[in-house]
């Protein structure tokens, strides 16, 4: 698969897209820790220049630790912490 050649400008300079890498990073937190993770990550990750990126916050219908079977909200942390 060849990737289609896209060119923007910013600034009046024109660019290829095709050329910049990307990351996808996936974050899976209780509904409780949704928006101090974005807070967090926005803060982090903000420069203010095309490219810092984009947050997408989507539903996970379930989770299960493999190890015990545990299911749901207890499967994302230890009870110890």
């Given at each position: 698969?060849?990737?289609?050649?896209?060119?923007?400008?910013?600034?009046?300079?024109?660019?290829?897209?095709?050329?910049?890498?990307?990351?996808?990073l996936?974050?899976?937190?209780?509904?409780?820790?949704?928006?101090?993770?974005?807070?967090?990550?926005?803060?982090?990750?903000?420069?203010?220049?095309?490219?810092?990126?984009?947050?997408?916050?989507?539903?996970?219908?379930?989770?299960?630790?493999?190890?015990?079977?545990?299911?749901?909200?207890s499967?994302?942390?230890?009870?110890?912490?």
């Amino acid at each position: 698969n060849e990737i289609e050649k896209a060119e923007h400008s910013y600034r009046g300079t024109v660019y290829d897209t095709s050329y910049i890498s990307r990351q996808l990073l996936t974050i899976v937190v209780r509904d409780v820790n949704v928006q101090k993770t974005v807070d967090a990550i926005l803060k982090a990750a903000k420069t203010g220049v095309v490219g810092d990126g984009k947050i997408f916050v989507s539903d996970i219908i379930d989770s299960y630790r493999i190890r015990n079977d545990e299911k749901g909200d207890s499967s994302l942390y230890n009870k110890e912490d």
